[in-house]
């Protein structure tokens, strides 16, 4: 099972946008995502009665952060043709998504608009996960030199950034890493969308699934950057589906 996971301390971080950013452009690339949300109970799912989704789509409910691994597995064992499995959790702490995660195996991306709660917000849940390694390594519960593959995902910014720029950016915001380690940012990143216009307006509830052309394009760019990078998610050929 390939797990990529949305997570953020912050609302309105764009995680569930640049989650369906995500599945859109995987199956715009020939993939078959599933699409998972985590939610409260009495809480719609943001696809709720749309119609012609391109993709696989999932409720799994949140309210016991410990249940959560189980439910998304089972999402994926039904459907065992779907990859990736793309999962937008609620707002939380890094700590409660690997909680939640249950030691399955994911790549995690943080997205990050521009503002400067977000940015801080992205700070702080990047070196959270680096004080988990740090942790982890002091224990001795993984081999040295173990990474979990965490990444930040820029959503909004100047497409001429490129990784050495956000990496000094986010230094000088106080972000601290080992000298060893590099930061992992998806580059090109994704332009933000208004989700209040893009559900409501496009894609309210009983309407048909739509992006525009330029949103798709930009889609796309972003599942090739996340997908190409991820190793074992590269390269499945239709007739392996």
């Not at 990736?84 to 991306?109: H, K, N, S, W, Y």
């Not at 993984?142 to 050495?164: N, Q, Y």
Request: net charge negative; proline share 6%; glycine share 8%.
């Amino acid at each position: 099972m390939e797990l990529i996971v949305f997570s953020s301390r912050k609302g309105g971080a764009a995680r569930t946008t640049c989650s369906v950013q995500l599945a859109a452009g995987a199956h715009k690339l020939g993939w078959r995502p599933l699409h998972i949300q985590v939610l409260p109970s009495g809480r719609f799912p943001v696809l709720n009665r749309v119609k012609q989704i391109p993709f696989e789509t999932a409720l799994v409910m949140g309210d016991d952060i410990n249940a959560v691994a189980a439910q998304i597995r089972f999402h994926a064992s039904i459907r065992p043709k779907c990859r990736p499995i793309i999962v937008d959790t609620p707002v939380q702490t890094f700590r409660e998504t690997m909680t939640m995660l249950g030691g399955m195996e994911a790549r995690i991306l943080l997205p990050m608009r521009s503002s400067e709660l977000e940015v801080d917000a992205a700070i702080m849940d990047y070196q959270e996960y680096e004080d988990t390694l740090a942790r982890q390594a002091a224990d001795q519960q993984r081999p040295t030199g173990w990474r979990a593959p965490v990444s930040v995902l820029p959503v909004g910014w100047p497409s001429s950034f490129e990784k050495e720029d956000f990496a000094a950016f986010l230094a000088r915001r106080g972000l601290v890493l080992d000298d060893a380690r590099r930061l992992s940012v998806v580059v090109p990143g994704t332009p933000y969308l208004d989700h209040l216009d893009l559900w409501s307006s496009r894609i309210g509830s009983g309407s048909c699934f739509h992006m525009e052309v330029g949103e798709l394009d930009a889609a796309t760019m972003v599942a090739g950057a996340v997908l190409g990078g991820s190793g074992t998610l590269t390269g499945i050929a239709e007739e392996d589906w």
